[in-house]
């Protein structure tokens, strides 16, 4: 039986836009499903968990370990996890695309090594826990309203819980992953660096030692996608976020993400997410103004306009 793969669990794929974090209650999170999350695991999402009150079972990989509050849980993506929560279990989940915490880890000089390991903390000390439970709360509170500065709030809170966990010592030992989920977390490693440059297959392949053929395989056991699906995924992810959150127009963005022309760039946004990229643009900058959930900002090269048309 396969592993599911999920983005919010036992939900839907798209209820959490790949651009954008998520954060909800462990009531909110496991009270639908009757306290019991099933094992499965996240394609390039990354999780944290903080339990804050009560008790849970994690199993991570088919191990269980019992959880007392306050405990603390990170899971890089890949990792095969689940809970079972007892009845009066609370807390916080916040989940954020992998890419984007990789991307601030790396502007502000801190390992990102940080999210490639599971990361369990059992009682967690009250001066660790205080201060990771207060942002998480905050941050829950920013992400239900629609307040002037909501995108800043939510990534500076975010931040803060980054920076909270990078100062709890020592991380245990790294799950020991078996073949064919190291080769797709080095192959989605390797995409986030080069998705703007490079669309071969058989570069990425040739890079984890292994062909094409055997890069689809791995992709559709440990994802449930082939490997040029992947990659444009991230393709997309990086494209709604410059139409969301940049001034550039749709030719400029087309240039940045490597297409040769505003109408190849145009053609695949069409084909991916079902309506052009200008009107994508207008339908999200409509919803932010009034009120809706805005994605954290990502950072865009400033390209010259004739540059773009060029």
């Not at 009066?88 to 601030?104: I, M, N």
């Not at 190291?182 to 392949?205: I, K, P, Q, T």
């Amino acid at each position: 039986m396969s592993i599911p793969v999920f983005e919010l669990y036992a939900r839907p794929e798209g209820q959490l836009p790949a651009e954008a974090l998520h954060i909800e209650t462990i009531p909110q999170s496991a009270g639908l499903w009757g306290g019991i999350v099933r094992p499965h695991r996240h394609r390039d999402l990354w999780q944290v968990l903080l339990l804050s009150r009560g008790e849970a079972v994690l199993t991570v990989d088919g191990q269980e370990r019992n959880l007392r509050a306050p405990a603390l849980v990170a899971m890089p993506p890949l990792v095969v996890h689940g809970y079972a929560f007892h009845a009066a279990a609370d807390g916080f989940v916040l989940t954020l695309p992998v890419s984007l915490a990789r991307e601030w880890l790396a502007g502000a000089g801190e390992d990102p090594g940080l999210l490639a390991r599971p990361l369990v903390v059992d009682r967690l000390a009250a001066e660790a826990a205080g201060p990771l439970h207060d942002a998480l709360a905050r941050l829950h509170d920013e992400f239900r309203k629609s307040r002037p500065g909501r995108t800043l709030a939510l990534r500076g809170l975010a931040l803060l819980v980054l920076a909270g966990l990078a100062r709890i010592a020592p991380a245990p030992a790294p799950v020991v992953a078996d073949r064919a989920v190291r080769h797709v977390g080095r192959f989605l490693e390797l995409v986030d660096r080069h998705f703007r440059e490079e669309r071969r297959l058989s570069f990425y392949a040739g890079r984890l030692g292994i062909t094409p053929t055997q890069l689809n395989r791995v992709c559709r056991r440990v994802l449930g996608r082939r490997a040029h699906e992947v990659l444009e995924e991230r393709l997309l992810l990086e494209a709604r976020r410059w139409l969301a959150h940049s001034a550039m127009d749709v030719g400029e963005i087309a240039f940045c993400l490597g297409f040769p022309d505003p109408s190849s760039f145009s053609r695949f946004f069409r084909r991916r997410a079902g309506e052009p990229p200008g009107a994508w643009r207008a339908k999200v900058r409509a919803g932010l103004r009034g009120g809706a959930q805005a994605p954290p900002e990502s950072s865009s090269p400033k390209v010259s306009r004739a540059k773009a048309k060029a």
